[in-house]
C-alpha cells in the first residue's frame, strides 16, 4: 500500500514536472517569438527610416517658377524665373532639359534668356558662351536644354552656386483669369553625368482685365470743366485803363 502511494506521487510529481517544462518551454518559445516580433520591428522602424532618409537626400534638390503667385494687366507682358535650389553635398549640375508648360489661350510666349541676371550661366562658368542653350517653343510650352561642356566636375563642385536662375522666360498675357505655369523635368546630370530626381514649384499667373480708356470727347469734356471751375475761383480786378474813371 506505501509502495502504490509512493509510485502514484512519483508519477505525479513527473507529471507536474513535465506540465511545468512544457509551460517553462511555452513561455521561452513565447519570449522567442516576442523578441523576434521586436527584432523584426527594429529592422522595419531602420528600413523605413533609410527609405526616408535616403528619398529627402534624393529629392532635396528643386525645380521652381518665381514669382509663385503674380498678377497683370490684359496684353501686359509678364517674367517667370526657372530657378533650381538645394544642391551641393557633392551634387552639381551639369546638365537639363527642363519643359515649361502654359495655357496657350491666356499667355503667349515671347524669349528665354539663358543664365542668372546677377551670378551669371551657372553651367558656364568660364564665360565662354559656347554651350549653345536651346529654347524650344511649342503649343503651350517651352523646351530648355543647356549642357555644360567645358567645365570640370571639380570646377562645378567648387564654383557653381548651390541656389540659382537657370532662364528667365517672357511671356504676354492674351486672355484675363488665372493660369497655372507648370514644370515637367525630362532629364537632370550632375557634374559626371550621372542622372539625379527633383521635386517642381508650379505658378500661377492672375490676369486682370485692362480698364476701358474713356472716349476722347469725354475727356475734352471734362477738361473744360475743370477749366472753368478754376476761372470761377479767380478773384476780379479792374483793369489799369478803367481804374481813373471809377
Not at 512544457?22 to 528600413?47: D, Y
Not at 524665373?81 to 491666356?106: E, P, R
Not at 551657372?122 to 517651352?142: E, I, K, M, Y
Not at 564654383?159 to 488665372?178: D, E, K
Request: hydrophobic content about 40%; charged content about 10%.
Amino acid at each position: 500500500m506505501i509502495l502504490e502511494r509512493g509510485l502514484i506521487v512519483l508519477c505525479a510529481n513527473i507529471l507536474m514536472s513535465a506540465q511545468a517544462g512544457a509551460r517553462g518551454q511555452g513561455m521561452r518559445n513565447r519570449q522567442l517569438r516576442a523578441r523576434s516580433w521586436q527584432t523584426w520591428l527594429i529592422a522595419v522602424f531602420i528600413g523605413a527610416g533609410s527609405v526616408i532618409l535616403f528619398d529627402s537626400s534624393a529629392h532635396a534638390v528643386t525645380i521652381s517658377l518665381t514669382p509663385a503667385s503674380s498678377t497683370t494687366t490684359l496684353g501686359a507682358p509678364i517674367t517667370l524665373d526657372l530657378n533650381i535650389s538645394g544642391l551641393g553635398n557633392g551634387t552639381a549640375l551639369g546638365a537639363y532639359d527642363v519643359s515649361v508648360n502654359f495655357s496657350s489661350a491666356d499667355l503667349t510666349y515671347q524669349s528665354t534668356t539663358f543664365g542668372d541676371p546677377v551670378l551669371g550661366d551657372q553651367l558656364d562658368l568660364g564665360r565662354l558662351g559656347l554651350n549653345g542653350p536651346t529654347a524650344t517653343s511649342g503649343r503651350g510650352t517651352v523646351d530648355l536644354i543647356e549642357t555644360d561642356l567645358f567645365d570640370s566636375p571639380a570646377t562645378l563642385l567648387s564654383s557653381q552656386t548651390h541656389s540659382f536662375t537657370l532662364a528667365v522666360l517672357s511671356f504676354y498675357s492674351i486672355a484675363s483669369g488665372t493660369t497655372p505655369v507648370t514644370i515637367t523635368l525630362n532629364s537632370l546630370a550632375d557634374q559626371n553625368g550621372n542622372p539625379f530626381t527633383a521635386t517642381t514649384q508650379t505658378a500661377s499667373v492672375t490676369i486682370a482685365s485692362s480698364p476701358v480708356p474713356l472716349p476722347a470727347g469725354v475727356c475734352l469734356f471734362v477738361s473744360g470743366l475743370l477749366g472753368l471751375g478754376a476761372a470761377a475761383r479767380r478773384p476780379l480786378t479792374c483793369p489799369k485803363d478803367f481804374a481813373g474813371l471809377a
